[in-house]
């Protein structure tokens, strides 16, 4: 296994392969304070959402729906008020894949996660930042774009990205510039549909993505939604395989998934990779 996993870390860093993070990404991502973990996946951030208590079991199958339940009790800005206190106004300590991959820039990386992390690894370059929206008039597209010119961050258009500087794609949103989500069921509707129908993903990245191969990082591929996103991100990926995933006990489903979408699993996990 180390061999094939030393040579996946040699092939992001070159940047023949894209990763694709999921919520173990941020394994090891703190309050330095509490040292709570940073709520990433679905079960924490339902019941961080919840004031540290579980939500109903057909509630907690996962975030989305919780979210759901959220808003229509208290509000869309219910859910948005959350995710921005949790990822914009408390402190966490880096989690060491965000470390290494500051350390190495990757040219492409897409982020479902909701947090800075990948954004603070790229602060001190010019970029480009992708993200998603959903819900949201006057406008046919379910992105938005922004150039990071090193300092500050400026809203453009398809027409003005530079196709030579790093791409972050964070479909979910994030708080930076401005805060924007994917959180509940009815966003992640909206998100999907026009995903499928091919506008919420830039024409730069329409042509970048033509024959790329992905490495995904603390994704599990059990719920419908992170299946659904992940199938159309990496639409027109190169021949056999499409990618590698990383999933320490994959469960029978992820085994037929993964197999259908020609992504080959490894029994590993990020610390694992960290440590190749």
Same mark, same amino acid.
């Given at each position: 296994?180390?061999?094939?996993?030393?040579?996946?870390? /040699?092939?992001?860093? #070159?940047?023949?392969l894209?990763?694709?993070?999921?919520?173990? !990404?941020? @394994? &090891?991502?703190? $309050?330095?304070?509490?040292?709570?973990?940073?709520?990433?996946?679905s079960?924490s951030?339902?019941?961080a959402?919840?004031?540290?208590k579980?939500m109903?079991?057909?509630?907690?199958?996962?975030f989305p729906?919780a979210?759901?339940?959220v808003?229509?009790?208290r509000?869309?800005?219910?859910?948005?008020?959350?995710?921005?206190?949790?990822?914009?106004?408390?402190?966490?300590?880096?989690a060491?894949?965000?470390?290494?991959?500051?350390?190495?820039?990757p040219p492409?990386?897409?982020d479902?996660?909701?947090d800075?992390?990948? /954004?603070?690894?790229? #602060?001190d370059i010019?970029?480009?930042?992708?993200?998603?929206? !959903?819900? @949201? &008039?006057?406008? $046919?597209?379910r992105?938005?774009?922004?150039h990071?010119?090193?300092?500050?961050?400026h809203?453009?258009?398809?027409?003005?990205?530079?196709?030579?500087l790093?791409?972050?794609f964070?479909?979910m949103?994030?708080?930076?510039?401005?805060?924007?989500?994917?959180?509940?069921?009815?966003?992640?509707?909206?998100?999907?549909?026009?995903?499928?129908?091919?506008?919420?993903?830039?024409?730069?990245?329409?042509?970048?993505r033509?024959?790329k191969?992905?490495?995904?990082?603390?994704?599990?591929?059990q719920?419908?939604?992170?299946?659904?996103?992940?199938?159309?991100?990496?639409?027109?990926?190169?021949?056999s395989?499409a990618?590698?995933?990383?999933i320490?006990?994959?469960?029978?489903?992820?085994?037929?998934?993964?197999?259908k979408?020609?992504?080959?699993?490894?029994?590993?996990?990020?610390?694992?990779?960290?440590?190749?």
């Open positions: 296994m180390s061999t094939i996993l030393n040579r996946l870390v /040699q092939e992001v860093a #070159a940047g023949t894209v990763p694709y993070l999921g919520a173990g !990404a941020l @394994t &090891g991502a703190v $309050d330095p304070v509490t040292a709570a973990p940073i709520p990433a996946d079960d951030l339902i019941i959402m919840n004031d540290g579980p109903a079991p057909r509630l907690m199958w996962e729906r979210a759901m339940n808003e229509l009790k509000g869309r800005s219910a859910v948005h008020r959350f995710l921005e206190t949790t990822y914009n106004q408390r402190t966490w300590t880096r060491p894949l965000h470390d290494w991959l500051q350390h190495i820039r492409y990386v897409i479902i996660n909701r800075t992390q990948l /954004q603070d690894s790229y #602060a010019p970029h480009t930042l992708i993200r998603g929206i !959903a819900r @949201t &008039g006057g406008t $046919d597209y992105f938005r774009l922004h990071y010119d090193g300092e500050r961050y809203e453009i258009n398809q027409q003005a990205i530079d196709s030579t790093p791409i972050l964070k479909p949103g994030s708080p930076r510039p401005d805060p924007t989500y994917i959180a509940s069921d009815a966003d992640y509707v909206d998100y999907i549909t026009e995903l499928m129908g091919g506008f919420a993903i830039p024409d730069v990245v329409k042509t970048l033509i024959g191969r992905y490495l995904f990082i603390g994704l599990r591929f719920r419908d939604t992170e299946r659904m996103i992940m199938s159309d991100m990496i639409y027109n990926a190169a021949a395989p990618g590698w995933a990383l320490p006990e994959p469960t029978d489903k992820e085994r037929r998934f993964c197999e979408k020609d992504v080959v699993i490894i029994e590993a996990d990020v610390a694992d990779l960290l440590a190749a």
